[in-house]
């Protein structure tokens, strides 16, 4: 089964049949059930599938399983802007301004304007 197919049975397998597809909240809850309802191994080469859970970690307060998922998306693509921008909001938090401004510089030299921003106004 290709990965599209994987993604539509697993998002039909948790909606209620006859029942009306939630919005706002909670269709975030029912992206993030598809998200991990879908086997790792079929998105193992997905760098989004790691940002996607990054921030997931992120929002839970695990910011050392953010930041091991933000490493492995940029393994599987060092382009991603998403990931650095992602990676040194974390490290922020973490208070690793060092590692933060790095990966900014990083996000900004691939386009990223907030970045840039953040750059300009909190990094040496």
């Given at each position: ?14 909606i209620s049949v006859g029942q009306p597809l ?15 309802s879908v086997p790792e191994t079929a998105q ?53 301004m060092k590692g933060a401004c790095f990966d ?21």
């Amino acid at each position: 089964m290709n990965r599209r197919n994987t993604v539509i049975a697993a998002f039909l397998s948790v909606i209620s049949v006859g029942q009306p597809l939630a919005i706002g909240t909670a269709a975030v809850l029912i992206s993030t059930t598809v998200l991990f309802s879908v086997p790792e191994t079929a998105q193992a080469e997905s760098a989004g599938f790691y940002v996607n859970r990054g921030i997931t970690k992120y929002s839970a307060g695990d910011y050392s399983g953010a930041l091991s998922d933000y490493r492995k998306a940029i393994e599987i693509n060092p382009n991603l802007l998403q990931a650095y921008t992602n990676r040194g909001l974390t490290k922020e938090k973490i208070g690793d301004m060092k590692g933060a401004c790095f990966d900014w510089r990083r996000a900004s030299s691939l386009g990223d304007e907030k970045s840039a921003k953040w750059v300009r106004n909190q990094c040496e």
